[in-house]
C-alpha cells in the first residue's frame, strides 16, 4: 500500500479507495505511470484516519465495499466539508448507486470494465477543479482579511463607494467633511488593495464566490 505523507497536503494527490487488491493495484500503477502522486486505501476508514482537512486532490472510490460504502464514506466526508472532487467506479448493478452519488455531489462514476484513458482524463478534470476551487477559497480568504483590517468607519465607506455613491453624497449621509471622506475612501482602496473603484466592486463581489 501507498502511504501517505504531510507532502501530499501541497501536492495534490489521487487518492484510491477500493477493497479489491488487484484493483487497487491496478489503478495506482496506472496513475503513477503517467505521473500522478497516489495514495492507495483499501478500506474508507484507513483513508479517512490519514485525510487532513488541507489535502489536495481529487479520490477515486469504489462504489460497494463491506463496511462502510463508498456513498456512505462520500456522504462522511460532505458532511465534514472535504472539498475533494470524487470519482465513483462502479458496477453494471450500481447504477441507481450512481445517480444517488451525482445528487451528494459526486464529480463523476466511471462504470467497469473501463478504458484506461476514460479515467485518466476524468482525473485530470477533477484535480483541475479541485485547484480552480481551491484558488476560488484562497482568494476569498484573502479578501475577508483586508475586510478585517478596516475600520468600521472605513467598512461604511466602501459600502458607499461599492453603491456608487459619490464622496459628497458619503460626507452628507456620514456627517463628515468630504476631505474625511477622501481619506478614508484612500485608506479603503490601500487596504483593500483596489486599483479603482471597479476591482473594489470585484473584491465584494468575490465574497459571494460558492466555486
Request: hydrophobic share 45%; with cysteine; aromatic share 4%.
Amino acid at each position: 500500500m501507498v502511504k501517505s505523507s504531510d507532502a501530499s497536503i501541497f501536492t495534490p494527490t489521487v487518492f484510491v479507495v477500493d477493497d479489491d487488491d488487484g484493483m487497487r493495484r491496478a489503478l495506482s500503477l496506472l496513475l503513477n505511470t503517467v505521473g500522478y502522486k497516489t495514495s492507495a486505501f483499501a478500506n474508507p476508514k484507513e483513508f479517512l484516519a490519514q485525510l487532513k482537512p488541507e489535502t489536495s486532490g481529487c479520490l477515486v472510490l469504489d462504489i460497494r465495499m463491506p463496511g462502510m460504502s463508498g456513498l456512505e464514506l462520500q456522504q462522511q466526508l460532505n458532511r465534514a466539508g472535504c472539498m475533494l472532487p470524487v470519482i465513483f467506479i462502479t458496477g453494471h448493478g450500481d447504477v441507481p448507486m450512481a445517480v444517488q452519488a451525482m445528487k451528494e455531489g459526486a464529480f463523476e462514476f466511471i462504470q467497469k470494465p473501463f478504458r484506461d484513458q476514460d479515467l485518466l482524463d476524468c482525473v485530470n478534470h477533477a484535480l483541475q477543479q479541485d485547484k480552480e476551487s481551491r484558488a476560488t477559497l484562497s482568494r476569498r480568504a484573502d479578501v475577508l482579511r483586508r475586510l478585517d483590517s478596516l475600520t468600521p468607519r472605513e467598512r461604511q465607506v466602501m459600502d458607499m463607494v461599492v453603491d456608487g455613491a459619490a464622496n459628497k453624497v458619503i460626507a452628507i449621509d456620514l456627517t463628515l467633511s468630504e476631505r474625511t471622506v477622501e481619506i478614508h475612501r484612500a485608506k479603503v482602496m490601500e487596504k483593500m488593495g483596489a486599483r479603482s473603484v471597479a476591482h473594489l466592486v470585484k473584491l465584494q463581489l468575490s465574497l459571494s464566490d460558492t466555486a
